[in-house]
């Protein structure tokens, strides 16, 4: 998934890059390194902080092109604080920079997720990479079971309360609304139509 973010950046930070940084002699490859970086990191950290709910939020803001959404706040600000540290540019400019450029890079990386002709952009696979697991298949056991992420999820959010024998009883809460398929479960299938 990072080479494919690098090339989103190669791509979209040229044309994103504002005029007054072009002006500084702000390297567009610099900041396009940093830019798929930031992506990568920023999004992780998103799923990790808010679970699957935050990362279909990021992409609905991108998709309305929502400054305000929360979501995007945040990963301007990661992108920002990393322009500041790793290539010295100041946090004025370097928020000027991730303003510009966080819109753009994640609407046209939502875009490529939906797709169905970019298999390069593939929802599992970015789902994948983002929990660590890197391939569909970690993706799989990771999401799957009682002690996947699956199975943790319906807990923490109050998807499926197993009961006696094999039965499993609804408990509302939010791991029902996750439940996109309604087979009981919140399980790959239903992280993945999130996106869809």
Known sequence: MF???QSLAGEIIPQA????????????????????QSLFSGMQDILQQGGPSAL???FQGASQGDTSNPQMQQMTEH???NLTQKLGIGSGMARTIAM?????LLSHFFNRTKDPNNSSFDITNILGSLMGGGMAGGLGGMLGGGGG?????GGMLG????????AQAQSPGLGGLLDRNGDG????NDLIAMFR
Do not use: C, H, R
């Open 100 to 104: 510009a450029a966080i819109p753009m």
């Open 159 to 166: 998807g499926n309360t197993p009961t006696s024998g094999n």
């Open 17 to 36: 890059l504002p005029q007054q940084a072009q002006q500084q002699g702000i390297s567009e490859s610099a900041v396009s390194q940093v830019a798929s």
């Open 149 to 153: 992420l699956g199975g943790m999820l």
């Open 185 to 188: 479960k919140t399980d790959l």
């Open 79 to 81: 992108f920002s604080g």
């Open 56 to 58: 279909k939020n990021l």
């Open 3 to 5: 080479e494919q973010l």
